[in-house]
Each structure stands twice: as C-alpha cells, then as structure tokens.
C-alpha cells in the first residue's frame, strides 16, 4: 500500500468503471505493531554505547552520497529516469552484530560511525512528518518524485517520519543488500493493522500476509510448496492458458463493439478481469465469470467489495482501526462490511470444493492433490479458518501485480514498434506459424527476449515502489548506526531512476537484459538495484505464479494481435498503493 510504502500487498486502488478495485501494497506481516516497534526504538537508542560502535571498519566501496541541492520536485524528476526492477535468490542469513559490520562509504573506510540522529532528511510538519508535504497538491499519487527530490537533497541514505512512524529510506543497491542480507529469520514489516483488527473483531484466522512469526513461517511453508517450485508452478500452464483464450475473446468483443479504430476502452480493467478470473481458478480451482460479456452479479460484488476494503483501509492504516471500530464510524463499517462479503464469497468457492472433493472420494477413492485448494484441504495441517484467510490473502496479493504489470507492457510495446516485432519474431520461432497453438514451460525458455521485456517493465513500472524491513538487532547501514526495531525502506523506483545504476534510465531498452556475445549484460552489476518481487525468506510468495502468468500472456497476445498507440500523450505512473497507469492506456489490437 504505498509508494513510501506502507502496508505491502500486491492489490491496488485503480480507478475502474464496471470493475472497480483499490490500490494496497505489498508491504506485508510483522513481528510488533510499529508503534511499539518506534516507542522501543526510542528507549533503546538511549542506551547505545556510540563509543564502541567508532570503531567500525569499512570496506565495502559503494556510490557516493549526493551533494545537497536546491533543485525542486520536478526539476528532479526531469533530470532523473524511471525505472527499478530485478531477480534476487532466497537467503535466511543472520543479523550480524554492529560491532562486525563492514559498511560502504565513499573513501571505502569510515574512522567514525555517525548516531541515528545525524541521519540528514527532511524535518516535515508538525505532527504528520513529510506526510504534509505528500498531502499537498495530491503529492501521495507522485510521492516517488518527492522521494527523487529527497534523495537528491541528502544522499542515499535518509530518515523522515510519517504520522507516528519514523523510516530511514535506501537508495543505493549496496544499502539495499544490507538491508536484505540481514534480515531476520522471520522478516519483520510494517504491520497490516486494518486486516489483523477485522480478523480480530470476527474471530478469523490470520494468513500468510497477516501472520508474524513463527505462525507466519508455518504458514509460508505450507503454501510454498503449491506455488513456488518451478516444477509445481509449471503444472498450473493448462489453467493460465485455458483463461487466456477466453482473455483474448474478450479483447475482440469490446474492442468490435466499440469499433474505434481496434480501441479496446479501460485496457487496464481489462487487464484487471483477466488477473482475476486466473488466480481465482490457479486458487480456488474454479471460474467466477470475469471474462463473460455480463460479469455475473456475485462477482461483481466481490470485485466492488475489494475495492471498497482497500479504500476503507487507507485512513485506518494511517490512523487506529480501533478507534474508528470502537465509535463504528464509516471508514470501520465500509471495511467491515467489505471483508464480510470478500470471506464470505471465498468460503463458498472453498467450501464448494470440498464437497466435490468428498463426493469424489467415496465415488472414486483418494485423489490426488494436483490443484491448490485441494491440496490445501487434503493436507489437513490447516484449519478451515486458515484455509479461507489464506487463499483470500495470496488472491488479494495476486491480482493487482500481474494486471497493472501487462498494462505497461501493452503499453510500452505499442509505443515501440521495433520491439513489439522482434517480440513476435521470437514468438513466432518458437511457436511455429498455427496461431492455435499455446506455449509452455519449455516454448518460454526459448524466448529470452520475451522475459527481457517483463524484467524491463518491472524496472520502469515497479508494482510495489518501496518495500521496508524491521530488523531485531542494530545495524551500521552507509556509516549510519540504525537501531533496532528502526523502520527500513528500500526506494526501488528512486534506484531504478538512478543514472548511476542504470544506463539512460528513462528509456525502454529490454535489450539491456540480454547477455551479448562476451556474456555480458548492459544492465547494473547489483543484484539489487531492481529487485520486483523482494529478497529473502519474505520474497512476494506468489513470484513464479505471476512469472508465468504474465509470460504466457504475452507470448499469446504478440501472436494473435498487433499493437498500435491511440493515445495522445505519455502516461505518467501513480500511486494508488501500488504504482498503476496514471491515466488511459488507449492501445489499439488488430488481428494477425
């Protein structure tokens, strides 16, 4: 849910017509609530012995700090790029003790460790922090220039406060790798107050996005093996195909009825029913009508339903659920109602499968686990409250990231012919020349240039700016001592807009993604200056579902259409939560 990024899911508040659904973030489950978390921080850092930590060697070079500049928000904005993204492996390293750590700096040695009150940043407004400052003039929905400006005024590193919340903010790759490398065990975020205090309040269980600790690590572990080993995530190729013919039935209806020079109107709410009828069935191994030419009734329902949740929950997210429950003002009964109706559809999908599942069984004996759900219930290791929280929170954490991402693909492409045909080339190499035909798992290992354009996208458009960790112990990040329980965000939009991490980082170059002859990439020699899906143990548990969702997906689309730009202008990104098209994507679709 944001673009400082506040609570981390992957729906977001987009502005739809007959599809209406919000914005939120991926900023998921943590272990305290982060008012606690801050009230510790406090009492902690007066205990500090700074004297110790002076002696700290660094020896790990980085980019430099930059100086501080007078240049406005949008100035700034025009002189940098757009951009983040990139690919990171797992890792469950240990927080390591400050007194051991090796920190970048511009000389490559610090002599002297800088206190947590030297970290520069803006002072902000009373109260509120910078939050003022994003506030004014709609400064939320391009809160990533703000941030540009931010860090080109104090350096890479730097601290603002937010309401009651106080955050010290990456913008280096090398930082942003300390950050991750010393994650703990069970990776902390900022908590999801609105989701934990309905659960609460109705007496369900928490999932995936809302467990912490230990509880979190069961459930991730259990839902895991479903959706994230490659050889597992290849098996649901069958569902994500079968939705995507009737994805491209639905592309021709509304683009014929319209009749407007191949104009297929809200290509984004488009974009948005595709990603909900494929998870729903990768989920919930059934069909809820999204792609149908009238939306049956319930699901609209649901859909209207998220969204509603989402927009309700911003101001609790920011403020206290508990208030607003206890006086049952409307920001509470908007999300209350909201949850009730989104677990109650979900209970019925989950509740309906299980008595197909029981009804197979005594007809046919045991059956084997293939689908998620069914494997879910078989496994009996989670209660049937578990089950529905669980697959409402990875069906909310889904959809969004996948829409909003082949939305800027389908944008991108029709503005850049030469790419849009070198696609179809690779596609149609692989592929062959009958158009019937669907890819697979091994077809997409063939079409490098493909995966180079979704990894491009996600370095342009990152759906989720910013991501934060809370670390348990003290860290030296960038010569700064940070206390534990400390608020830590990586700003992946503003490094991405870097020039000095990627080349002409305003332009869509999927190329740079390409090994050339020597084996070289022309990309960033971090591994985290572009990291989509997150790092570590709490990487988006949903990455190789939405991989293969969106390559399938376009290898489909550059195979039965060509693209053409309707519109008249650029369209900047926005933050509703996450990062979606700011405006109309008008891209015109013709027939192969």
């Given amino acids: 849910m944001t673009g400082r990024q506040v609570p981390r899911i992957f729906a977001s508040a987009s502005r739809l017509r007959s599809l209406r659904h919000p914005a939120s973030t991926m900023a998921v489950p943590r272990e305290r609530s982060a008012p606690q978390q801050m009230e510790e921080t406090r009492s902690d850092r007066s205990t500090v012995q700074m004297h110790q930590l002076n002696k700290v060697v660094v020896d790990m070079p980085s980019g430099n700090p930059n100086e501080p500049t007078d240049s406005t928000v949008n100035s700034v904005a025009e002189s940098w790029g757009t951009c983040p993204a990139g690919l990171g492996t797992t890792t469950d390293a240990a927080p390591v003790p400050v007194e051991h750590i090796k920190t970048p700096s511009a000389n490559g040695v610090h002599t002297h460790v800088q206190s947590f009150d030297e970290i520069p940043g803006p002072k902000g407004w009373p109260f509120i922090g910078t939050l003022g400052t994003y506030l004014v003039g709609n400064g939320l929905s391009r809160i990533y220039e703000h941030q540009i400006a931010f860090t080109k005024q104090y350096g890479p590193i730097w601290k603002e406060r937010l309401g009651s919340l106080e955050f010290v903010n990456l913008a280096d790759p090398e930082l942003v790798s300390m950050m991750y490398r010393h994650d703990n065990k069970y990776p902390m975020r900022v908590d999801m107050k609105p989701w934990k205090a309905y659960r609460m309040h109705r007496n369900e269980s928490l999932g995936v996005l809302t467990h912490e600790g230990k509880q979190w690590h069961r459930a991730r572990r259990l839902l895991s093996k479903k959706i994230l080993p490659p050889k597992t995530v290849g098996a649901y190729v069958g569902v994500i195909n079968e939705v995507m013919e009737d994805m491209i039935q639905r592309l021709r209806y ?327 098209p700011g405006g109309p994507v008008k891209v015109g679709f013709t027939d192969r």
């Fill in 254 to 580: 509304v683009r014929d009825v319209t009749n407007q020079d191949g104009l297929v109107p809200e290509l984004t709410n488009e974009m948005y029913k595709w990603s909900m009828e494929s998870i729903f069935k990768i989920l919930f191994e059934t069909r809820i009508g999204c792609l149908d030419k009238q939306i049956p009734a319930e699901s609209q329902r649901f859909i209207d339903s998220i969204h509603q949740m989402f927009i309700s929950g911003q101001i609790l997210f920011v403020t206290s659920p508990e208030f607003f429950r206890k006086y049952n003002l409307k920001p509470w009964r908007d999300h209350e109602a909201a949850w009730d109706y989104i677990f109650s559809f979900a209970r019925k999908a989950v509740d309906n499968r299980l008595a197909e599942i029981s009804a197979q069984s005594e007809s046919e004996g045991e059956l084997e686990a293939d689908g998620f759900l069914t494997y879910l219930l078989s496994s009996k290791q989670l209660s049937m409250k578990e089950i529905y929280s669980n697959a409402c929170e990875l069906l909310l954490a889904g959809v969004d990231t996948t829409s909003n991402t082949l939305a800027w693909v389908l944008y991108e492409l029709s503005r850049h012919p030469e790419v849009e045909e070198r696609l179809h080339q690779e596609v149609c190499q692989v592929l062959g020349s009958d158009k019937t035909r669907k890819a697979n798992t091994e077809d997409l290992a063939q079409m490098p240039y493909l995966k180079s354009i979704i990894k491009e996208i996600l370095r342009l458009y990152p759906v989720v700016p910013a991501n934060n960790r809370i670390l348990e112990k003290d860290i030296v990040i960038g010569g700064y001592h940070i206390p534990k329980k400390t608020i830590i965000g990586s700003l992946q939009y503003v490094i991405g807009r870097d020039p000095k991490v990627f080349e002409e980082p305003n332009s869509f170059r999927p190329e740079r993604w390409l090994r050339d002859n020597s084996g070289r990439m022309h990309c960033s020699n971090s591994s985290f200056a572009s990291v989509p899906f997150g790092f570590g143990p709490r990487m988006c548990i949903g990455r190789r579902i939405a991989e293969l969702e969106l390559n399938l997906a376009l290898a489909k689309i550059s195979q039965t259409f060509k693209l053409e730009y309707l519109g008249e202008g650029t369209v900047a990104p926005t933050v509703q939560g996450l990062l979606v």
